[in-house]
């Protein structure tokens, strides 16, 4: 089901950018908002395991908010890997990588794959690669209670 699809919420409020994405067959559906100019965005290419196989590329933005509105949950892998810090959201109908997601005492903090965004021209910019394997997990969860985004997954 798709819902609340807007054509170009980029070009209606210019002063907060509202980018909407889903997986391939729309059960898991994105909202990421942002009161910063998209070219100021940093596209990174995480190398590990596993966003090399999906080829993600993400955009954190710590003063945006990311909504994942999951239609059929049990449609939803939450795939944990590796130290186990965040869940990486991917449909069990389509394959398709959306984001991930650390829940973090309450809150929850998240990235999203641009390449699920229905606009994703508007990020195309060359992605700066990036490793964390060197992270402890408290490390980890330290760099992405800066820098991820507030989400919320309904
Ligand atoms: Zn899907």
């Not at 954190?60 to 908010?65: A, E, H, I, L």
């Not at 994942?68 to 892998?77: C, G, K, N, T, V």
């Not at 641009?114 to 964390?132: D, F, G, H, R, W």
Request: charged content about 20%; hydrophobic content about 35%; glycine content about 10%.
């Amino acid at each position: 089901m798709m819902t609340g699809a807007e054509p170009e919420g980029a070009a209606a409020r210019p002063t907060r950018l509202r980018l909407t994405g889903s997986c391939h067959c729309g059960n898991l559906e994105l909202t990421f908002e942002t009161t910063r100019d998209p070219g100021e965005l940093t596209v990174r290419a995480c190398g590990c395991s596993f966003c090399r196989r999906h080829a993600g590329r993400t955009i954190p933005d710590p003063k945006g908010r990311v909504e994942f509105a999951i239609h059929d949950p049990a449609l939803l892998s939450r795939y944990s890997f590796g130290l186990g810090t965040a869940q990486f959201l991917v449909c069990r109908t389509c394959g398709v990588y959306v984001g991930a997601v650390m829940a973090d005492d309450g809150s929850a903090y998240a990235i999203i794959n641009i390449n699920a965004l229905q606009t994703p021209e508007v990020l195309a910019k060359a992605a700066v690669p990036v490793s964390y394997d060197h992270e402890s997990a408290t490390g980890r969860r330290t760099r992405r209670r800066a820098l991820w985004t507030p989400a919320t997954v309904v």
